[in-house]
């Protein structure tokens, strides 16, 4: 069988007047657009305008829900929430995508944690079963988009839930599959002909590769190329064209 894998992308992410990323630019390159959900970023306009621009295009959208942190644009650990709240806080952000994209005549099929929140529950498994929770109360029928290999994939797993296995393009991996902090050197990649060659190659080989240079065999199906540094959408187009290239389709995640 041929592969094919989803090309996603977070979007959404500015608030008010203050605007992060070319989301138009990377909705023509991109399968899926994780949206942000008003905690850690974006507001009821940009959310509806995001899933508009994304409908018209027919990129598939899913919530992107985080710790509750406009400042630290959810990139900060947060302690002293119970996993029930947090629980709660998820349910409350994606609806608040399903109400916009309504609007906006889109629908929403998938969630994906972000920041803090999402490398934490990578973790800490009461924090991933809270996410995965939400998402089945929800919507049982929303994708949830994991780190394979990760508590995120098993709690995902442990309640039934349809799983899309993430890698991403532009950051590198630790030897237990998670990714590395953002604050160690060599942890964000900037070279797209490398970024794009790498992907390429975890695809085919069905595995993650640590800056050790340690393989972690894992499924694949959607790869993360992050909005919000400047070679994003160069980055995206050599990406998609180097999949193409080598023969791996690129499709929704959502599309069996």
């Known amino acids: 069988m041929a592969l094919r894998v989803d090309l996603n992308s977070d979007m959404g992410e500015g608030f008010g007047p203050w605007k992060m990323g070319d989301d138009a630019a990377m909705l023509d390159i991109v399968t899926s657009a994780n949206i942000a959900c008003g905690f850690h970023a974006g507001d009821p306009v940009i959310m509806t305008e995001t899933a508009r621009l994304a409908a018209a295009r027919g990129v598939a959208i899913g919530a992107h829900p985080g710790f509750m942190d406009l400042w630290g644009f959810g990139r ?4 002293g929430e119970s996993p029930a709240d947090i629980e709660k ?10 109400a916009t994209a309504a609007l906006a005549g889109h629908r929403v099929t ?19 079963l809270a996410i995965g929770r939400a998402i089945k109360a929800v919507d049982r029928d929303l994708i949830f ?40 050197p060599g942890s964000m990649i900037h070279d797209k002909d490398y970024a794009a060659a790498r992907v390429v190659e975890m695809v085919t080989d069905g595995a993650l590769r640590a800056a050790s240079g340690r393989r972690i065999p894992v499924p694949v199906d959607t790869i993360c190329v992050h909005s919000d540094s400047a070679e ?9 064209a180097a999949l ?11 599309e069996d």
């Not at 994906?112 to 490398?119: D, F, T, V, W, Y």
């Not at 799983?163 to 998670?178: L, S």
């Not at 994003?232 to 998609?240: D, I, L, S, T, W």
């Open 76 to 79: 900060r650990q947060i302690r």
């Open 89 to 98: 806080f998820i349910a409350y952000q994606i609806g608040a995508l399903q």
């Open 110 to 128: 998938h969630v994906k944690a972000h920041g803090a929140l999402s490398n934490m529950a990578s973790v800490e498994a009461d924090l991933a």
């Open 145 to 184: 988009v994991v780190m394979p290999a990760t508590e995120l994939a098993r709690a995902g797993e442990a309640l039934g839930l349809r799983c899309a296995n993430e890698i991403f393009a532009d950051r590198a991996y630790q030897d237990d599959g998670t990714l590395m902090p953002r604050k160690l």
């Open 232 to 240: 994003a959408v160069e980055m995206a187009r050599a990406v998609k």
């Open 244 to 254: 193409l290239a080598a023969g791996i389709a690129v499709r929704p995640m959502h």
